[in-house]
């Protein structure tokens, strides 16, 4: 089974920059959709991005919450076999922990579908 471990969090100061890292125990994360989530303290879970798997016939697209579309980008290294999320000009709001989690595609409905694996979580603050 693919397991998921998240890295990278921390306390950053407002319109700083931090990269998470979302690492794969087993070599086929190449072969996943790779979401990402956030959960801030007495809020519900949100949707902040998804890659595509590295599938070349793939018709599936990488997509963005609104709220971060211009500061995140996601990408993926499949010989490291880790997803990355590079978040930039970061604001209070940004506040939460952070999971990954892999699914077949990403689809539309990336932010509400059902994913298959969940990461334990990094937390990342943002506060001066």
């Known amino acids: 089974q693919l397991q998921l471990v998240e890295s990278g969090g921390g306390l950053v100061q407002p319109g700083g920059s931090l990269r998470l890292s979302c690492t794969a125990l087993?070599?086929?994360?190449?072969?996943?959709?790779v979401g990402w989530f956030r959960q801030a303290p007495g809020k519900e879970r949100e949707g902040v991005s998804c890659?595509?798997?590295?599938?070349?016939?793939?018709?599936?697209?990488?997509a963005y919450a609104d709220s971060v579309k211009g500061r995140f980008t996601v990408s993926r290294d499949n010989a490291l076999n880790t997803v990355y999320l590079q978040m930039n000009r970061l604001k209070p709001q940004d506040t939460g922990v952070y999971y990954c989690?892999?699914?077949?595609?990403?689809?539309?409905?990336?932010?509400?579908?059902?994913?298959?694996?969940w990461g334990q979580g990094t937390q990342v603050t943002v506060s001066s």
């Open positions: 890659i595509r798997n590295s599938d070349a016939t793939s018709v599936d697209n990488d």
């Open positions: 989690a892999a699914a077949p595609y990403c689809g539309s409905s990336w932010a509400r579908r059902p994913y298959d694996r």
């Open positions: 087993e070599p086929t994360l190449r072969y996943y959709a």
